[in-house]
T-cell receptor, first 111, second 115 residues
Framework: GENVEQHPSTLSVQEGDSAVIKCTYS??????FPWYKQELGKRPQLIID?????GEKKDQRIAVTLNKTAKHFSLHITETQPEDSAVYFC??????????FGAGTRLFVKA | EAGVAQSPRYKIIEKRQSVAFWCNPI?????LYWYQQILGQGPKLLIQ????????DSQLPKDRFSAERLKGVDSTLKIQPAKLEDSAVYLC?????????????FGPGTRLTVL
């Protein structure tokens, strides 16, 4: 069935440390994996994405890795800053146009 | 460019009442999505339109929810009658097309409280 498991549900790090959020999917037909950031009371916004033909993608302090064999993908944030505090959602697109979101990870970056 | 517009931003109703939400996607975006986001959860797709046709409505509770996009531009989502468990933020999103790798742009959402 269609399902995305996301861990951890809450993550607290010290400013400057790294944060890693992991997601596992079940549909082997999934071919696109976006990550969204949602600040309190605001709309989700795409921060990075990866397609199934790529193993890793970086954009400044954020990176995403994909392991198709194990069906999991991860978000890595380095040198965290207080403004990185938000809820982060992983998602998968099953190839049938439908996007399935994970339950979210609430990241706290302590100054 | 203007983003996805939604109205109203907030709505409070009593159970068994009806409510309608409106969404205007980014100009030129063929695909429009309605999501339900319950507090503490990720968005759940309710319905997806490609122009004025329905692509996926498998998670839409069709006994009480309905949606339309008659002219392939703006869309309305209706709940009739509302239940307590419908309390959530209803997010509208749009993308250039329904291809899997197209970025979805979200509107500000409508926060519905059912009393």
């Amino acid at each position: 069935g269609e399902n995305v498991e996301q861990h951890p549900s809450t993550l607290s790090v010290q400013e400057g440390d790294s944060a890693v959020i992991k997601c596992t999917y079940s549909d082997s037909a999934s071919n696109y994996f976006p990550w969204y950031k949602q600040e309190l009371g605001k709309r989700p916004q795409l921060i990075i994405d990866i397609r199934s033909n790529v193993g890793e993608k970086k954009d400044q302090r954020i990176a995403v890795t994909l392991n198709k064999t194990a069906k999991h993908f991860s978000l890595h944030i380095t040198e965290t800053q207080p403004e990185d505090s938000a809820v982060y959602f992983c998602a998968e697109n099953t190839g049938g146009f439908k996007t399935i979101f994970g339950a979210g990870t609430r990241l706290f970056v302590k100054a | 460019e203007a983003g996805v517009a939604q109205s109203p931003r907030y709505k409070i109703i009593e159970k068994r009442q009806s409510v309608a939400f409106w969404c205007n996607p980014i100009s030129g975006h063929a695909t429009l999505y309605w999501y339900q986001q319950i507090l503490g959860q990720g968005p759940k797709l309710l319905i997806q339109f490609q122009n004025n046709g329905v692509v996926d409505d498998s998670q839409l509770p069709k006994d009480r929810f309905s949606a339309e996009r008659l002219k392939g531009v703006d869309s309305t989502l209706k709940i009739q009658p509302a239940k307590l468990e419908d309390s959530a933020v209803y997010l509208c999103a749009s993308s250039i097309s329904g291809a899997s790798y197209n970025e979805q742009f979200f509107g500000p959402g409508t926060r519905l409280t059912v009393l």
